[in-house]
């Protein structure tokens, strides 16, 4: 039975958590996130440097939890840093347990911010060292798509290939064809900023708080709910695309839409919002309803853009399965609008998304991801045989 502590540090999150084997599928026991997000606020997003030295403080106390709470088998949750009150017995108890039951050590080894890979890299490689265990590198964006695999989430899911995958956080965004295990094609990626980035620079301009998305999604809703209202009959906006012009007082681009490729582009999109809030500036300072309409429209482009160009990927390449994973697929509009707009192709096809918690960064996904390697026996290597990359590519 496979036992994993999987590690996790490659941008904003210090994550450890443990998985296990029941019935040769992997379970999540413990999953253990220190976020660094009231840190980052304070300067509108993340400071490399800021970010690593988080990472130090948080390294240990966040593996010694996950530690902790596999061994009182609680079900997985996710803690802030400041429960983590670590007892001498409940350290001495961890150290046994990473002693007699681990077997395994997972961790992300890239892509990401170098400073922050490193601190994960190297407790994962001195615990290998002093452990005498295998360590099994594992890329970040491999972590995102086994994210949307845990049988719970999706009880459906029985690894039918080829599965298509969009992957879309702060930092990328990517449709790529999962041929097999541990196989991909990079069918199209972003050409310059990645979604989550682009809600988060929105949020900046509208002078809202960090991470935008989750700010974006909310006053996004606002505004849809109260179209809906001014028009009840027939209208259903979770259902359509469609908001009819007259009630919205802008309609952002969707750049690239239409250019028969599965890349994304986003810039143009923030640069037209740029624009929409200097020229509303000019006659009065933003209003709550300025900033409801326009994280709506801005949502808008965004859901047609990924929903179109993941239903053109199902029509080319066939898939048996479409996932969604990624920071952003902790947002349930999108996720609507991408399931809606992939059953048009094939009425077959359900939208697999990870469980709560584990759309953004964590190392539960890391460890999952590990654990098809270690069963496929790939990947394992000796604690001096790995290295870190800050600009890993996923390669099949
Ligand atoms: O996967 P993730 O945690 O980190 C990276 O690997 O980049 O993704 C973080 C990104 C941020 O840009 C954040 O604004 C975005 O995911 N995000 C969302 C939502 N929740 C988080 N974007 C849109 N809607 C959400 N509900
Ligand atoms: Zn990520």
Redesign the pocket.
Known sequence: MIKILAIET??D?TAAAVITEVNGNPQIVSNVISSQIDLHKKTGGVVPEVASRAHMEAIVPVVIEAIISAINNQTPRNNNQENINTTIKQYNNAISFLQKEIDYIAVTTGPGLIGSLLVGFNAAKTLSYALNLPIVPIN?IEG?IYSAFTKATNPENNFKFPILVLTV????TSLILMKDHNQYQILGETIDD????A??KVAKLLGLGY????I??KLAAQFRERLSEKRPAKSDLRSTLDARRSDVGVVFPRPILNDGTFNFSLSGLKTAVLREVIEREKNAELTLGDREEIAFAFEESVAEILSKKTAAAVAKFLPKAVSFV???S??GY?RDKIELEIKKTDDKLSLLTPAEGL???NAAMIGLAAFYHIKRNTSICRFNEIKVNSNLKLVG
């Not at 956080?169 to 990328?172: L, Y």
């Not at 991470?211 to 989750?214: A, D, E, V, W």
């Open positions: 490659s941008c999150e970040h995102h956080s702060g930092g990328h990645a979604v989550g980035e809600y988060d991470p935008g998305g989750p974006i999604a990624g920071g952003v902790a947002n999108l759309s953004g960064d």
